[in-house]
């Protein structure tokens, strides 16, 4: 198995217990509230932060699926060599914008968070955790993206 299956893989079980954590963190605030009369008072906020890391993290894994919402008008309405320069040009796009805004710019924000020892109310987690899924969402999306332009029948 190559390692972009691998990847993909490993991602896609890391969603998935992401996603189950998320499920059981709620359920627990349901819980507490409902039933025990006094809501959790770490569950919101860990709530919010997993829901950060499901949405970028998920949206790396849906890039590298090709899965993307896209509207493909115009790409249909082109010949060949047109359409292959259009998908090319369009791939770059989005190479460059998760290398400066998340690679770049998220790894910025990570280092200074980490550098004012920022930390999250409840859970006193350092929030440079919490954002480091932007910097490694953004890795993953240049990886794939160069991975599909050097696929040979790209």
């Known amino acids: 198995m190559n390692f972009r299956k691998t990847l993909d893989s490993v991602l ?7 996603m189950g954590v998320m499920v059981l963190n709620v359920l627990w605030q349901v819980f507490t509230r409902f039933v025990l009369g006094t809501p959790s008072s770490f569950t919101d906020e860990l709530a919010r932060y997993l829901m950060i890391w499901v949405g970028i993290l998920g949206a790396a894994y849906v890039s590298g699926k090709n899965m993307h919402v896209a509207i493909d008008v115009l790409p249909q309405k082109l010949g060949g060599k047109a359409q292959k320069r ?8 989005v190479m460059a914008f998760a290398l400066l805004v998340m690679v770049i710019g998220g790894g910025r924000l990570v280092y200074i968070t980490y ?3 920022q930390q999250s109310p409840a ?9 480091a899924v932007i910097p490694l969402s953004g890795i993953l999306i240049v990886y794939y993206k ?3 332009l050097l696929k040979p029948n790209a």
């Open 146 to 148: 160069m991975s599909d």
């Open 86 to 93: 259009m998908h090319i040009t369009v791939q770059l796009l």
């Open 123 to 131: 859970l006193q987690l350092p929030l440079a955790y919490v954002y």
């Open 12 to 18: 896609a079980k890391v969603l998935i217990v992401i």
């Open 115 to 117: 550098i004012l020892g």
